[in-house]
Protein backbone atom coordinates (compact mmCIF):
# COMPACT_ATOMS: atom_id res chain seq x y z
CA UNK A 1 0.00 0.00 0.00
CA UNK A 2 1.14 3.29 -0.86
CA UNK A 3 2.44 5.68 2.25
CA UNK A 4 0.74 8.86 2.58
CA UNK A 5 4.62 10.49 2.58
CA UNK A 6 4.96 9.74 -0.74
CA UNK A 7 1.86 11.75 -2.25
CA UNK A 8 1.50 14.50 0.47
CA UNK A 9 4.28 16.79 -0.07
CA UNK A 10 3.69 16.78 -4.22
CA UNK A 11 0.55 17.17 -3.86
CA UNK A 12 0.39 20.44 -2.22
CA UNK A 13 3.50 21.24 -4.16
CA UNK A 14 1.77 21.16 -7.14
CA UNK A 15 -1.86 22.50 -5.89
CA UNK A 16 0.50 25.88 -5.03
CA UNK A 17 1.67 25.90 -8.49
CA UNK A 18 -1.73 25.84 -10.01
CA UNK A 19 -3.62 28.07 -7.62
CA UNK A 20 -0.64 30.83 -8.14
CA UNK A 21 -0.82 30.68 -11.55
CA UNK A 22 -4.56 30.64 -12.10
CA UNK A 23 -4.88 33.49 -10.08
CA UNK A 24 -2.06 35.27 -12.39
CA UNK A 25 -4.08 34.56 -15.08
CA UNK A 26 -7.78 35.43 -12.98
CA UNK A 27 -6.23 38.48 -12.37
CA UNK A 28 -4.50 39.46 -15.82
CA UNK A 29 -7.65 38.91 -17.54
CA UNK A 30 -9.94 40.93 -15.26
CA UNK A 31 -7.60 44.04 -15.59
CA UNK A 32 -6.38 43.44 -19.27
CA UNK A 33 -2.54 43.63 -18.61
CA UNK A 34 0.43 43.23 -19.71
CA UNK A 35 0.75 40.69 -23.25
CA UNK A 36 -2.42 40.06 -23.67
CA UNK A 37 -3.39 42.69 -26.50
CA UNK A 38 0.00 41.07 -28.67
CA UNK A 39 -0.20 38.59 -31.23
CA UNK A 40 1.64 35.17 -29.94
CA UNK A 41 5.22 34.57 -32.10
CA UNK A 42 4.29 31.27 -33.64
CA UNK A 43 0.68 30.52 -32.44
CA UNK A 44 -3.07 32.16 -34.34
CA UNK A 45 -4.50 34.84 -32.73
CA UNK A 46 -3.43 36.99 -29.17
CA UNK A 47 -1.83 36.03 -25.38
CA UNK A 48 -5.81 36.28 -24.18
CA UNK A 49 -6.69 32.78 -25.98
CA UNK A 50 -3.89 30.78 -24.83
CA UNK A 51 -4.69 32.46 -21.54
CA UNK A 52 -7.85 30.93 -20.88
CA UNK A 53 -7.48 27.87 -22.25
CA UNK A 54 -4.17 27.73 -19.72
CA UNK A 55 -7.03 28.76 -17.00
CA UNK A 56 -9.33 26.33 -18.47
CA UNK A 57 -7.14 23.44 -18.15
CA UNK A 58 -6.02 24.39 -14.52
CA UNK A 59 -9.16 24.22 -13.27
CA UNK A 60 -9.91 21.31 -15.09
CA UNK A 61 -7.07 19.58 -13.33
CA UNK A 62 -8.44 20.71 -9.72
CA UNK A 63 -11.44 19.15 -10.66
CA UNK A 64 -10.08 15.72 -11.11
CA UNK A 65 -9.69 15.89 -7.02
CA UNK A 66 -13.55 14.60 -6.48
CA UNK A 67 -11.50 11.65 -7.90
CA UNK A 68 -9.25 11.79 -5.37
CA UNK A 69 -5.29 12.84 -4.90
CA UNK A 70 -3.79 10.38 -7.35
CA UNK A 71 -6.32 11.43 -10.14
CA UNK A 72 -4.94 14.68 -9.51
CA UNK A 73 -1.16 14.14 -10.07
CA UNK A 74 -1.79 12.33 -13.02
CA UNK A 75 -3.34 15.52 -14.16
CA UNK A 76 -0.45 17.65 -13.37
CA UNK A 77 1.56 15.60 -14.84
CA UNK A 78 -0.14 16.03 -17.97
CA UNK A 79 -0.36 19.59 -17.95
CA UNK A 80 2.97 19.98 -17.56
CA UNK A 81 4.08 17.82 -20.53
CA UNK A 82 2.41 20.24 -22.58
CA UNK A 83 3.52 23.08 -21.27
CA UNK A 84 7.18 21.99 -21.80
CA UNK A 85 6.13 21.00 -24.84
CA UNK A 86 5.00 24.96 -25.69
CA UNK A 87 8.43 25.88 -24.63
CA UNK A 88 10.24 23.57 -26.07
CA UNK A 89 8.78 24.43 -29.82
CA UNK A 90 9.40 28.09 -28.14
CA UNK A 91 13.06 27.37 -27.56
CA UNK A 92 13.89 25.34 -30.71
CA UNK A 93 12.02 28.75 -32.71
CA UNK A 94 14.39 30.55 -30.93
CA UNK A 95 11.38 33.01 -29.72
CA UNK A 96 11.16 34.05 -26.23
CA UNK A 97 7.48 33.29 -25.90
CA UNK A 98 5.79 32.93 -22.28
CA UNK A 99 4.19 29.73 -21.17
CA UNK A 100 0.94 29.97 -20.49
CA UNK A 101 1.75 29.71 -16.63
CA UNK A 102 1.49 33.21 -15.37
CA UNK A 103 -0.51 34.88 -17.99
CA UNK A 104 0.93 38.53 -18.72
CA UNK A 105 -0.09 39.89 -15.40
CA UNK A 106 3.95 40.68 -15.68
CA UNK A 107 3.93 42.80 -18.33
CA UNK A 108 4.11 46.42 -17.11
CA UNK A 109 6.92 45.48 -14.55
CA UNK A 110 10.03 44.87 -17.62
CA UNK A 111 12.34 43.53 -15.08
CA UNK A 112 9.97 40.20 -14.29
CA UNK A 113 8.27 40.81 -18.06
CA UNK A 114 11.71 39.68 -19.48
CA UNK A 115 12.00 36.99 -16.69
CA UNK A 116 8.44 35.11 -17.33
CA UNK A 117 9.14 33.11 -19.37
CA UNK A 118 12.18 31.27 -17.89
CA UNK A 119 9.99 31.75 -14.49
CA UNK A 120 6.93 30.20 -16.54
CA UNK A 121 9.35 27.07 -17.69
CA UNK A 122 10.66 26.66 -14.19
CA UNK A 123 7.38 26.57 -12.60
CA UNK A 124 6.16 23.81 -15.97
CA UNK A 125 9.28 22.24 -14.42
CA UNK A 126 8.40 22.15 -10.89
CA UNK A 127 5.14 20.40 -11.50
CA UNK A 128 6.57 18.17 -13.96
CA UNK A 129 8.50 17.09 -11.52
CA UNK A 130 6.13 17.11 -7.85
CA UNK A 131 3.90 15.14 -10.01
CA UNK A 132 5.96 12.73 -11.34
CA UNK A 133 7.55 11.76 -7.21
CA UNK A 134 3.84 11.86 -6.43
CA UNK A 135 2.86 9.12 -8.58
CA UNK A 136 6.02 7.04 -8.51
CA UNK A 137 8.28 7.89 -6.12
CA UNK A 138 8.38 5.70 -2.81
CA UNK A 139 8.39 7.20 0.74
CA UNK A 140 11.40 7.69 3.18
CA UNK A 141 10.59 4.45 4.50
CA UNK A 142 10.98 2.65 1.66
CA UNK A 143 13.40 4.29 0.31
CA UNK A 144 15.85 3.04 3.60
CA UNK A 145 14.72 -0.22 2.65
CA UNK A 146 16.20 -0.68 -0.91
CA UNK A 147 18.87 1.80 -0.77
CA UNK A 148 20.27 0.04 2.47
CA UNK A 149 23.35 2.14 3.38
CA UNK A 150 24.26 3.33 0.14
CA UNK A 151 22.52 7.16 1.15
CA UNK A 152 24.87 7.14 4.07
CA UNK A 153 27.45 10.46 3.84
CA UNK A 154 30.48 7.74 4.43
CA UNK A 155 28.97 4.76 2.95
CA UNK A 156 31.01 2.92 0.46
CA UNK A 157 34.23 3.82 -1.71
CA UNK A 158 34.74 5.85 -5.00
CA UNK A 159 34.38 3.65 -7.52
CA UNK A 160 37.58 4.33 -10.23
CA UNK A 161 35.39 2.92 -13.21
CA UNK A 162 32.46 5.58 -12.58
CA UNK A 163 35.88 8.09 -12.05
CA UNK A 164 36.92 6.80 -15.24
CA UNK A 165 33.83 6.99 -17.40
CA UNK A 166 33.08 10.20 -16.47
CA UNK A 167 36.55 11.65 -16.94
CA UNK A 168 37.07 9.75 -20.28
CA UNK A 169 33.21 10.73 -21.54
CA UNK A 170 34.60 14.45 -20.59
CA UNK A 171 37.88 14.28 -22.69
CA UNK A 172 36.26 12.67 -25.43
CA UNK A 173 33.53 15.63 -25.71
CA UNK A 174 36.14 18.15 -25.18
CA UNK A 175 39.13 16.76 -28.16
CA UNK A 176 35.68 17.26 -30.42
CA UNK A 177 34.58 20.46 -29.43
CA UNK A 178 38.10 21.35 -29.63
CA UNK A 179 38.52 20.54 -32.89
CA UNK A 180 34.91 21.72 -34.08
CA UNK A 181 36.50 25.10 -33.02
CA UNK A 182 40.03 24.59 -34.23
CA UNK A 183 40.49 27.91 -36.03
CA UNK A 184 37.06 29.58 -35.70
CA UNK A 185 37.03 32.86 -33.70
CA UNK A 186 35.44 32.24 -29.88
CA UNK A 187 35.21 35.87 -28.35
CA UNK A 188 35.00 36.59 -24.90
CA UNK A 189 38.73 37.03 -23.12
CA UNK A 190 40.26 34.08 -24.86
CA UNK A 191 42.46 36.76 -27.44
CA UNK A 192 43.61 38.25 -24.22
CA UNK A 193 44.41 35.11 -21.76
CA UNK A 194 46.73 34.30 -24.94
CA UNK A 195 48.20 37.49 -25.67
CA UNK A 196 49.28 37.50 -22.04
CA UNK A 197 50.88 33.79 -22.28
CA UNK A 198 52.70 34.85 -25.29
CA UNK A 199 53.85 38.05 -24.29
CA UNK A 200 54.35 36.15 -20.67
CA UNK A 201 57.01 33.61 -23.38
CA UNK A 202 58.57 36.43 -25.08
CA UNK A 203 58.89 39.28 -22.97
CA UNK A 204 58.52 38.81 -19.39
CA UNK A 205 55.55 39.73 -16.82
CA UNK A 206 56.94 43.18 -15.46
CA UNK A 207 55.73 45.49 -18.68
CA UNK A 208 52.25 43.67 -18.81
CA UNK A 209 49.21 45.09 -17.80
CA UNK A 210 47.27 42.44 -16.35
CA UNK A 211 44.26 42.62 -13.59
CA UNK A 212 43.93 38.99 -12.84
CA UNK A 213 46.56 36.14 -11.02
CA UNK A 214 48.99 35.62 -13.36
CA UNK A 215 49.78 31.51 -12.43
CA UNK A 216 47.16 30.85 -15.20
CA UNK A 217 49.17 32.97 -18.23
CA UNK A 218 52.59 31.26 -16.54
CA UNK A 219 50.94 27.79 -17.46
CA UNK A 220 50.19 29.11 -20.83
CA UNK A 221 53.55 30.46 -21.61
CA UNK A 222 55.27 26.98 -20.54
CA UNK A 223 52.53 25.00 -22.73
CA UNK A 224 53.32 27.48 -25.88
CA UNK A 225 57.16 27.31 -25.32
CA UNK A 226 57.01 23.03 -25.94
CA UNK A 227 54.19 23.17 -28.60
CA UNK A 228 54.14 26.33 -29.69
CA UNK A 229 51.67 29.04 -29.30
CA UNK A 230 48.79 27.37 -30.89
CA UNK A 231 44.75 28.00 -29.49
CA UNK A 232 44.07 24.55 -30.13
CA UNK A 233 47.01 23.67 -27.53
CA UNK A 234 45.77 26.68 -25.12
CA UNK A 235 41.89 24.19 -25.34
CA UNK A 236 42.89 21.33 -24.84
CA UNK A 237 44.89 22.29 -21.88
CA UNK A 238 41.51 23.65 -20.31
CA UNK A 239 39.97 20.69 -21.01
CA UNK A 240 42.10 19.14 -19.25
CA UNK A 241 42.04 20.83 -16.20
CA UNK A 242 38.01 20.95 -16.47
CA UNK A 243 38.37 17.01 -16.16
CA UNK A 244 38.87 17.63 -12.30
CA UNK A 245 35.36 18.26 -12.45
CA UNK A 246 33.59 14.96 -13.19
CA UNK A 247 36.63 13.60 -11.59
CA UNK A 248 34.95 15.25 -8.38
CA UNK A 249 32.07 15.02 -9.00
CA UNK A 250 32.46 10.97 -9.40
CA UNK A 251 33.99 10.98 -6.20
CA UNK A 252 31.56 12.17 -4.01
CA UNK A 253 28.68 10.39 -6.01
CA UNK A 254 29.47 6.91 -5.82
CA UNK A 255 30.10 6.50 -2.73
CA UNK A 256 26.01 6.76 -2.37
CA UNK A 257 26.23 4.41 -5.17
CA UNK A 258 25.37 6.90 -8.16
CA UNK A 259 28.59 7.51 -9.65
CA UNK A 260 27.37 6.95 -13.05
CA UNK A 261 25.31 10.19 -12.52
CA UNK A 262 28.83 12.12 -12.57
CA UNK A 263 29.31 10.79 -16.53
CA UNK A 264 25.59 12.20 -17.56
CA UNK A 265 26.60 15.59 -15.78
CA UNK A 266 29.80 15.76 -18.00
CA UNK A 267 27.40 15.77 -21.27
CA UNK A 268 24.78 17.80 -19.65
CA UNK A 269 27.67 20.20 -19.00
CA UNK A 270 29.15 20.16 -22.68
CA UNK A 271 25.63 20.34 -24.05
CA UNK A 272 24.89 23.61 -22.15
CA UNK A 273 28.21 24.89 -22.37
CA UNK A 274 29.67 24.06 -25.57
CA UNK A 275 31.67 26.95 -26.40
CA UNK A 276 33.30 28.44 -23.13
CA UNK A 277 34.29 24.68 -21.27
CA UNK A 278 36.85 24.56 -24.67
CA UNK A 279 38.08 28.18 -24.83
CA UNK A 280 41.64 29.20 -23.13
CA UNK A 281 39.99 31.42 -20.62
CA UNK A 282 40.40 31.59 -16.85
CA UNK A 283 36.97 30.75 -15.91
CA UNK A 284 37.46 26.82 -16.37
CA UNK A 285 41.00 26.18 -14.61
CA UNK A 286 39.98 27.94 -11.80
CA UNK A 287 36.47 26.28 -11.56
CA UNK A 288 37.98 23.21 -11.76
CA UNK A 289 40.87 22.90 -9.47
CA UNK A 290 38.79 25.14 -7.01
CA UNK A 291 36.06 22.10 -7.44
CA UNK A 292 38.95 19.55 -7.25
CA UNK A 293 39.83 20.72 -3.57
CA UNK A 294 36.36 18.13 -2.66
CA UNK A 295 38.53 15.48 -3.81
CA UNK A 296 40.67 15.29 -0.35
CA UNK A 297 38.22 15.30 1.80
CA UNK A 298 35.53 12.84 0.25
CA UNK A 299 38.58 10.55 0.29
CA UNK A 300 40.57 10.40 2.96
CA UNK A 301 38.54 12.92 5.60
CA UNK A 302 38.21 15.59 7.28
CA UNK A 303 41.16 15.12 9.36
CA UNK A 304 44.04 17.92 9.77
CA UNK A 305 46.16 16.56 7.12
CA UNK A 306 43.36 15.91 4.12
CA UNK A 307 42.10 19.78 5.08
CA UNK A 308 45.51 21.71 4.28
CA UNK A 309 45.81 19.60 1.42
CA UNK A 310 42.22 20.26 0.42
CA UNK A 311 43.03 24.09 1.21
CA UNK A 312 45.77 23.90 -0.93
CA UNK A 313 44.09 23.39 -3.96
CA UNK A 314 41.85 25.87 -2.90
CA UNK A 315 44.34 28.45 -3.14
CA UNK A 316 45.81 27.32 -6.53
CA UNK A 317 42.25 27.80 -8.12
CA UNK A 318 41.92 30.83 -6.35
CA UNK A 319 45.25 32.06 -8.03
CA UNK A 320 44.32 31.01 -11.59
CA UNK A 321 41.26 33.43 -10.64
CA UNK A 322 39.49 34.78 -7.66
CA UNK A 323 35.86 33.83 -9.25
CA UNK A 324 36.99 30.09 -8.00
CA UNK A 325 35.59 30.83 -4.81
CA UNK A 326 32.06 29.74 -6.72
CA UNK A 327 33.20 26.51 -6.74
CA UNK A 328 34.49 26.59 -2.91
CA UNK A 329 31.20 26.68 -1.82
CA UNK A 330 30.59 22.89 -1.95
CA UNK A 331 33.52 21.91 -0.26
CA UNK A 332 32.87 24.53 2.09
CA UNK A 333 29.22 23.09 2.95
CA UNK A 334 30.29 19.53 2.58
CA UNK A 335 32.31 20.28 5.75
CA UNK A 336 29.99 22.80 7.26
CA UNK A 337 27.70 19.49 7.81
CA UNK A 338 30.47 17.83 9.49
CA UNK A 339 32.25 20.49 11.35
CA UNK A 340 31.37 24.24 11.00
CA UNK A 341 34.86 24.71 13.07
CA UNK A 342 36.68 22.68 10.34
CA UNK A 343 35.04 24.50 7.80
CA UNK A 344 36.23 27.65 8.97
CA UNK A 345 39.86 26.58 9.71
CA UNK A 346 39.37 25.24 6.02
CA UNK A 347 38.89 28.72 4.57
CA UNK A 348 41.21 30.72 6.92
CA UNK A 349 43.78 28.29 5.27
CA UNK A 350 42.86 28.44 1.64
CA UNK A 351 42.93 32.42 2.18
CA UNK A 352 45.99 32.47 3.79
CA UNK A 353 47.77 30.39 1.46
CA UNK A 354 46.48 32.62 -1.56
CA UNK A 355 48.11 35.70 0.09
CA UNK A 356 51.31 34.06 0.53
CA UNK A 357 51.15 32.68 -2.83
CA UNK A 358 50.59 36.60 -3.98
CA UNK A 359 53.57 37.52 -2.93
CA UNK A 360 55.65 34.50 -3.91
CA UNK A 361 54.11 35.18 -8.36
CA UNK A 362 56.07 37.46 -9.98
CA UNK A 363 53.30 39.51 -11.69
CA UNK A 364 50.65 39.69 -9.03
CA UNK A 365 49.22 42.94 -8.31
CA UNK A 366 46.46 43.68 -5.71
CA UNK A 367 46.43 47.66 -6.28
CA UNK A 368 45.66 46.78 -10.29
CA UNK A 369 42.87 44.54 -9.24
CA UNK A 370 41.59 46.67 -6.81
CA UNK A 371 41.79 49.65 -8.82
CA UNK A 372 39.72 47.31 -12.29
CA UNK A 373 37.15 46.47 -9.91
CA UNK A 374 36.69 48.93 -7.41
CA UNK A 375 34.32 52.04 -9.11
CA UNK A 376 32.38 50.34 -11.30
CA UNK A 377 29.08 51.30 -9.80
CA UNK A 378 28.42 54.16 -11.80
CA UNK A 379 29.64 52.87 -15.18
CA UNK A 380 28.70 50.84 -18.05
CA UNK A 381 28.73 47.70 -16.33
CA UNK A 382 25.16 47.88 -15.05
CA UNK A 383 24.50 47.33 -18.51
CA UNK A 384 25.18 43.87 -18.64
CA UNK A 385 23.02 42.54 -16.08
CA UNK A 386 22.34 38.39 -15.14
CA UNK A 387 19.91 36.74 -17.84
CA UNK A 388 17.72 34.54 -15.97
CA UNK A 389 17.08 32.94 -19.64
CA UNK A 390 20.32 30.99 -19.08
CA UNK A 391 17.73 28.56 -17.22
CA UNK A 392 14.81 28.64 -19.82
CA UNK A 393 18.12 27.31 -22.48
CA UNK A 394 19.00 24.79 -20.35
CA UNK A 395 15.54 23.71 -19.22
CA UNK A 396 15.99 19.47 -19.68
CA UNK A 397 18.71 20.43 -16.83
CA UNK A 398 16.53 22.58 -15.06
CA UNK A 399 13.66 19.56 -15.19
CA UNK A 400 16.08 16.87 -14.31
CA UNK A 401 17.81 19.04 -11.49
CA UNK A 402 14.15 19.49 -9.65
CA UNK A 403 13.58 15.89 -9.87
CA UNK A 404 16.48 15.10 -8.00
CA UNK A 405 15.51 17.72 -5.17
CA UNK A 406 11.69 16.41 -5.13
CA UNK A 407 12.70 12.74 -4.95
CA UNK A 408 15.21 13.71 -2.31
CA UNK A 409 13.05 15.54 -0.29
CA UNK A 410 10.39 12.60 -0.34
CA UNK A 411 13.02 9.98 0.37
CA UNK A 412 15.02 12.65 2.78
CA UNK A 413 18.11 12.21 1.40
CA UNK A 414 18.50 16.24 0.44
CA UNK A 415 21.76 16.03 2.91
CA UNK A 416 23.67 14.84 -0.10
CA UNK A 417 22.29 17.58 -2.78
CA UNK A 418 23.08 20.17 -0.11
CA UNK A 419 26.45 21.08 -1.00
CA UNK A 420 25.61 21.67 -4.79
CA UNK A 421 22.60 23.31 -3.54
CA UNK A 422 24.54 26.02 -1.79
CA UNK A 423 26.79 26.77 -4.78
CA UNK A 424 24.22 27.17 -7.32
CA UNK A 425 21.99 29.44 -4.86
CA UNK A 426 25.25 31.65 -3.90
CA UNK A 427 26.08 31.67 -7.52
CA UNK A 428 22.84 32.93 -8.42
CA UNK A 429 22.26 35.50 -5.06
CA UNK A 430 25.46 36.96 -5.94
CA UNK A 431 24.88 37.19 -10.05
CA UNK A 432 22.08 38.68 -9.45
CA UNK A 433 23.87 42.12 -7.46
CA UNK A 434 26.81 41.71 -9.47
CA UNK A 435 27.33 43.72 -12.48
CA UNK A 436 29.14 43.18 -14.91
CA UNK A 437 27.91 39.53 -15.93
CA UNK A 438 29.97 37.81 -18.71
CA UNK A 439 28.83 34.99 -20.55
CA UNK A 440 31.13 32.56 -19.27
CA UNK A 441 29.88 32.96 -15.86
CA UNK A 442 26.79 30.73 -16.71
CA UNK A 443 29.52 27.86 -15.91
CA UNK A 444 28.86 29.24 -12.05
CA UNK A 445 25.05 28.51 -12.45
CA UNK A 446 25.43 25.55 -14.63
CA UNK A 447 27.78 23.66 -13.34
CA UNK A 448 26.18 22.95 -9.82
CA UNK A 449 22.80 22.59 -11.56
CA UNK A 450 24.48 20.18 -14.06
CA UNK A 451 25.54 17.92 -10.75
CA UNK A 452 21.80 17.88 -9.60
CA UNK A 453 20.82 16.97 -12.68
CA UNK A 454 22.98 14.07 -13.42
CA UNK A 455 21.84 12.76 -10.03
CA UNK A 456 17.96 13.44 -11.04
CA UNK A 457 18.54 11.01 -14.06
CA UNK A 458 19.64 7.92 -12.51
CA UNK A 459 17.31 8.55 -9.52
CA UNK A 460 14.39 8.60 -12.49
CA UNK A 461 15.80 5.61 -14.11
CA UNK A 462 15.49 3.64 -10.58
CA UNK A 463 12.32 5.26 -9.76
CA UNK A 464 11.26 3.81 -13.56
CA UNK A 465 12.49 0.74 -13.07
CA UNK A 466 11.05 0.09 -9.51
CA UNK A 467 7.29 1.46 -9.71
CA UNK A 468 4.79 -0.85 -9.96
CA UNK A 469 3.16 0.30 -12.80
CA UNK A 470 2.35 -1.61 -15.79
CA UNK A 471 4.70 -2.46 -18.49
CA UNK A 472 2.88 -0.03 -21.16
CA UNK A 473 3.14 2.73 -18.17
CA UNK A 474 6.48 2.49 -17.53
CA UNK A 475 7.12 2.80 -21.60
CA UNK A 476 5.16 5.87 -22.02
CA UNK A 477 7.10 7.38 -18.90
CA UNK A 478 10.35 5.97 -20.59
CA UNK A 479 8.98 7.52 -24.33
CA UNK A 480 8.54 10.53 -22.46
CA UNK A 481 11.44 11.27 -20.70
CA UNK A 482 13.77 10.10 -24.21
CA UNK A 483 11.13 12.73 -26.17
CA UNK A 484 12.59 15.18 -23.95
CA UNK A 485 16.09 14.44 -24.16
CA UNK A 486 16.00 14.54 -27.38
CA UNK A 487 14.13 17.47 -28.02
CA UNK A 488 16.99 19.49 -25.64
CA UNK A 489 19.69 17.60 -27.95
CA UNK A 490 18.28 18.85 -31.04
CA UNK A 491 17.99 22.07 -29.80
CA UNK A 492 21.30 22.29 -28.59
CA UNK A 493 22.64 20.83 -31.69
CA UNK A 494 21.24 22.84 -33.65
CA UNK A 495 22.85 26.28 -31.60
CA UNK A 496 26.06 24.47 -32.24
CA UNK A 497 25.93 24.30 -36.13
CA UNK A 498 24.87 27.43 -36.16
CA UNK A 499 27.60 29.46 -33.94
CA UNK A 500 30.13 27.15 -36.27
CA UNK A 501 28.58 28.57 -39.82
CA UNK A 502 28.44 32.34 -38.37
CA UNK A 503 31.76 32.22 -36.67
CA UNK A 504 35.17 33.65 -38.36
CA UNK A 505 37.81 31.52 -38.98
CA UNK A 506 40.95 33.62 -38.13
CA UNK A 507 43.21 30.82 -39.18
CA UNK A 508 42.86 31.81 -42.73
CA UNK A 509 41.88 35.19 -42.82
CA UNK A 510 43.82 37.12 -44.76
CA UNK A 511 44.59 39.87 -41.63
CA UNK A 512 46.08 36.90 -40.06
CA UNK A 513 48.66 36.32 -42.99
CA UNK A 514 49.63 39.60 -43.51
CA UNK A 515 50.22 39.82 -39.69
CA UNK A 516 52.54 36.91 -40.38
CA UNK A 517 53.91 38.49 -43.23
CA UNK A 518 54.85 41.76 -41.33
CA UNK A 519 56.20 40.25 -38.15
CA UNK A 520 58.56 37.85 -40.25
CA UNK A 521 60.50 41.38 -41.26
CA UNK A 522 60.60 42.34 -37.61
CA UNK A 523 57.40 45.37 -37.72
CA UNK A 524 55.64 45.53 -34.69
CA UNK A 525 51.90 44.82 -34.16
CA UNK A 526 49.03 45.92 -32.17
CA UNK A 527 45.61 44.66 -32.34
CA UNK A 528 42.40 45.61 -29.77
CA UNK A 529 41.18 41.82 -29.93
CA UNK A 530 44.54 40.48 -29.48
CA UNK A 531 43.75 37.29 -31.13
CA UNK A 532 44.68 38.18 -33.66
CA UNK A 533 48.13 39.05 -33.47
CA UNK A 534 48.59 35.83 -31.35
CA UNK A 535 47.12 33.94 -34.45
CA UNK A 536 49.92 34.74 -36.31
CA UNK A 537 52.33 34.28 -34.16
CA UNK A 538 53.15 37.97 -32.63
CA UNK A 539 53.19 39.79 -29.71
CA UNK A 540 51.26 42.69 -29.08
CA UNK A 541 53.08 46.07 -29.00
CA UNK A 542 53.90 47.74 -26.72
CA UNK A 543 53.25 44.99 -23.77
CA UNK A 544 51.58 47.84 -21.55
CA UNK A 545 48.60 47.74 -24.09
CA UNK A 546 48.42 43.46 -24.62
CA UNK A 547 45.29 43.25 -23.14
CA UNK A 548 42.26 46.15 -23.44
CA UNK A 549 39.17 44.79 -21.22
CA UNK A 550 36.44 46.65 -20.81
CA UNK A 551 36.88 47.17 -16.81
CA UNK A 552 40.31 48.89 -17.63
CA UNK A 553 38.11 51.77 -19.88
CA UNK A 554 35.02 51.89 -17.73
CA UNK A 555 37.63 52.33 -13.93
CA UNK A 556 39.58 55.01 -15.87
CA UNK A 557 42.70 53.54 -16.22
CA UNK A 558 43.38 53.88 -20.03
CA UNK A 559 40.90 55.52 -22.58
CA UNK A 560 41.05 55.95 -26.89
CA UNK A 561 43.06 59.20 -26.64
CA UNK A 562 45.86 57.62 -24.43
CA UNK A 563 46.04 53.95 -26.36
CA UNK A 564 46.85 56.88 -29.81
CA UNK A 565 49.67 58.16 -28.12
CA UNK A 566 51.22 55.04 -26.20
CA UNK A 567 51.12 53.46 -29.96
CA UNK A 568 52.04 56.82 -31.46
CA UNK A 569 55.63 57.20 -29.49
CA UNK A 570 56.20 53.23 -29.74
CA UNK A 571 55.97 53.43 -33.63
CA UNK A 572 53.82 50.48 -34.64
CA UNK A 573 53.38 49.31 -37.86
CA UNK A 574 50.08 47.85 -37.96
CA UNK A 575 47.18 47.95 -36.25
CA UNK A 576 43.40 46.15 -36.61
CA UNK A 577 40.92 48.01 -35.68
CA UNK A 578 37.23 47.64 -35.55
CA UNK A 579 34.55 50.60 -36.71
CA UNK A 580 34.13 51.69 -32.91
CA UNK A 581 37.63 52.81 -32.15
CA UNK A 582 38.28 54.10 -35.30
CA UNK A 583 34.93 56.61 -34.84
CA UNK A 584 36.49 58.05 -31.76
CA UNK A 585 38.45 61.23 -31.88
CA UNK A 586 41.75 60.27 -30.19
CA UNK A 587 42.26 57.63 -32.95
CA UNK A 588 42.11 60.15 -36.29
CA UNK A 589 45.73 62.22 -36.26
CA UNK A 590 46.88 58.98 -35.54
CA UNK A 591 45.42 56.82 -38.28
CA UNK A 592 46.21 59.76 -41.32
CA UNK A 593 49.99 58.04 -41.25
CA UNK A 594 48.57 54.81 -42.06
CA UNK A 595 46.45 52.95 -44.91
CA UNK A 596 43.79 50.21 -44.71
CA UNK A 597 44.90 46.98 -46.27
CA UNK A 598 42.91 44.12 -45.24
CA UNK A 599 39.33 44.11 -43.87
CA UNK A 600 37.68 41.29 -43.16
CA UNK A 601 35.78 39.86 -40.06
CA UNK A 602 34.25 43.08 -39.10
CA UNK A 603 37.89 44.57 -38.31
CA UNK A 604 40.45 46.49 -40.58
CA UNK A 605 44.17 45.99 -40.72
CA UNK A 606 45.77 49.24 -41.14
CA UNK A 607 49.71 49.27 -42.23
CA UNK A 608 52.41 52.38 -42.04
CA UNK A 609 51.91 54.15 -45.35
CA UNK A 610 55.60 54.27 -45.97
CA UNK A 611 54.87 49.80 -45.78
CA UNK A 612 51.83 50.08 -48.27
CA UNK A 613 51.43 53.57 -49.66
CA UNK A 614 47.66 52.50 -52.06
CA UNK A 615 44.79 52.03 -49.44
CA UNK A 616 42.36 49.24 -50.31
CA UNK A 617 39.10 50.01 -51.53
CA UNK A 618 36.93 49.22 -48.32
CA UNK A 619 33.13 47.93 -48.97
CA UNK A 620 30.60 50.23 -48.43
CA UNK A 621 29.31 49.01 -45.00
CA UNK A 622 32.86 50.31 -43.77
CA UNK A 623 33.93 53.08 -45.76
CA UNK A 624 32.17 55.86 -44.11
CA UNK A 625 34.11 54.41 -40.61
CA UNK A 626 37.21 54.72 -41.94
CA UNK A 627 37.92 56.84 -44.54
CA UNK A 628 35.99 59.54 -43.14
CA UNK A 629 37.25 59.40 -39.69
CA UNK A 630 41.16 59.34 -41.11
CA UNK A 631 40.52 62.20 -44.04
CA UNK A 632 40.67 60.06 -46.80
Not at 108 to 116: G, I, S, T
Amino acid sequence: MRSCVTERGPFWVCAAILASTAAFKAASLALGTGLLAQPHPFLPGTYRVYVWIGLAAEIGAFATLAWGTRRFLLACFGLSIVFLGYHAVGSFLRVAAPCPCLGGLLGHWKPLAQAESPLSFLLACGLLAASFVGLFGTSARDAAVSDGDQTGGHAGHPSPVAALAAVGIWLLLGVAVVLLWRGIFLGGDEGMEAAKSMQILHGGLAPMWNDQPPLWSIIGAGLFSVFGPSLSWGRLLVVVFGALMPLSWAAYWSRRGLGWAAAISAVLLWLAEYTYLGSFMLEVPAYAVGLASLLPLVIAGYGWLPLLFSALIAATGLSIKLTAAFALVAPFAWLCQRSFKRALAWGFAAVGLLILGSFLQPGWSWSTMLASHADLGASQAWNFRFDPGVYADAWLMCLLALFAIANGYVKGRLEALAPWLWAEGAALLIHLVHRPFWPYYDLHLLAPAAVVAGVGAVELWRALRAAGVSRRQRALALGAAAALCLCWGGQQANCIAHQWKTSDDFAVSPITKELTRLGRAGHAEFAIEPLWTFAAGQVQTPPELTILPAKRFWSGQIGEPAIANILRSNHVDALVLGGGETSEPGWTNLLRDYAPVVHDAGVVLFERRALHPKPIALRHDVRDVFLHSVGF
